[in-house]
């Protein structure tokens, strides 16, 4: 594409405190959050004729971690396709040389809310389970392709209106066949399984930890194990659940082991008295589901030792989320990783600024007309609005460290399916 023509694909509009220059399909742009890793608006995609959300991620390659973070999420974003992870629809840069490169912006889905706003929400059993069958469809599709997300939260789960559900934000995840440490301060502290607190190494239930998590704060409205940093997330934890057992302490290394063993020993409580039966919606009627089965699930996702705790597996075959289950949705093929070095990968950041523009170039080379060739169906399927314009409580489907979209109403959840 010659200069002149490019330049007249695109226009530049302030956004919030920030310039976007993004094609001249996209329009009606609307800031909606902003963070560490970029600002993120609405838009509406003219080619598509949808409501979509625009990240800009600004000198992306400006150090080695935002570089390889950025890579990483463009690549598994760029391999996945379920319809509980969020769908990439576009990736451009505006500049039109690697020296010129400068900024780069991903297209996504655009949702209704995101699970901070459905907390605060009274949930059935229906919605509740359905919500978490979902996350687990979602994260099974991942560890198929021995993908770990690592950083699971209400701000990276987003929802529509309809209940439909998807994960974002892969900035953090790891293919599992590195053997990598997963230090804990790159995950969100609430939500960080033991085994990541105490430096044990990646297991592949570290997500399934997250979602027990999750369903807590569902359940309770608030956070379960809100630590100020990471030796109170520990105390949190053991103060709650219990000290873990010599078995467990066995597994961990000396240094480890002697502090949690010189911290005060806890009992811990009966998951009834953690989760007693007035937090939990009626029984249903419908569906048979109950509080006790949504109980039991907890008390088998919140286990402290990794190998005992329930898998992805289990845990959509649980009575609480099996209702739903479908071969399609649970068995669908898993994202193929063409990077199979992904997390080995250590370049400079000249190095990193090539390859993150070289996956954007084949991006360009794999479009036509704006639309991705052999795109399958349902990588977009969100629901579409027929306005032009983005709701004001619409949220990004793409989450940001600050999260000022939590301050919008998630409206009310309609029936599942």
């Known amino acids: 594409m010659n200069r002149n023509k490019r330049e007249k694909e695109y226009y530049s509009i302030d956004v919030g405190d920030s310039t976007f220059t993004v094609l001249k399909r ?12 970029g600002i993120v608006c609405s838009a509406y995609d003219h080619v598509l004729e949808r409501n979509v959300a625009i990240k800009k991620l600004s000198r992306p390659f400006q150090n080695q971690t935002h570089a390889k973070r950025a890579y990483r999420e463009l690549v598994l974003m760029k391999c996945v396709n379920h319809k509980n992870i969020i769908g990439l629809l576009h990736v451009f840069t ?26 605060q929400m009274e949930l059935d059993h229906e919605r509740l389970s359905y919500l978490l069958y979902q996350t687990l469809c979602g994260i099974k599709h991942l560890h198929a392709a021995g993908i770990i997300h690592r950083d699971l939260k209400p701000s990276n789960i987003v929802v529509k209106s309809d209940c439909t559900l998807k994960i974002l934000d892969f900035g953090l995840a790891r293919t599992a066949a590195t053997g990598l440490l997963m230090t804990p301060y790159v995950v969100t502290r609430y939500y960080r399984a033991p085994e990541v607190i105490l430096g044990m190494g990646y297991q ?37 659940l219990g000290t873990p057992s010599q078995e467990f302490m066995l597994k961990l290394n000396q240094s480890v082991r ?12 009966s998951f009834e008295k953690l989760f007693p039966d007035v937090l939990f919606p009626a029984d249903s009627d419908h569906n048979k589901l109950k509080a006790s089965q949504a109980r039991d699930l907890l008390s088998k996702m919140l286990v402290i030792d990794a ?76 629901v579409s609005n027929d306005s032009h314009e983005s709701s004001s409580n619409e949220v990004s489907s793409m989450s940001t460290d ?10 009310p959840l309609r029936c599942c399916r």
Not at 333 to 356: C, F, G, M, Y
Request: hydrophobic share 35%; with cysteine.
């Open 26 to 37: 996209y329009q009606n742009l609307r800031p909606i959050g902003s963070g560490a890793q």
């Open 94 to 119: 505006p500049q039109k040389t690697l020296e010129e490169f400068q900024d780069m912006y991903l297209v996504m889905e655009l949702m209704d809310a995101n699970l901070c706003q459905v907390i």
């Open 204 to 240: 592949a239930n570290v997500d399934v930890w997250s979602v027990g998590c999750i369903m807590a704060e569902m359940v309770r409205g608030s956070v379960l194990f809100p630590g100020t940093d990471h030796i109170d997330q520990w105390n949190k934890v053991i103060e709650q």
């Open 258 to 269: 002697t502090y949690v063993e010189n911290r005060p020993r806890y009992a811990g409580y």
């Open 307 to 382: 190998s005992k705790r329930i898998s992805v597996d289990e845990a959509l075959q649980h009575p609480y989320i099996n209702v739903w289950f479908d071969p399609a949705e649970v068995e669908a093929p898993p994202p193929a990783i063409s990077d199979k070095q992904l997390d080995e990968r250590e370049h400079t950041v000249d190095e990193w600024k090539e390859l993150i523009y070289q996956e954007v170039m084949d991006w360009e080379e794999r479009t036509k007309n704006g639309v991705v060739r052999g795109q399958p169906a349902s990588l977009g399927a969100a």
């Open 402 to 411: 600050t999260d000022r979209s939590q301050e919008t109403s998630a409206g």
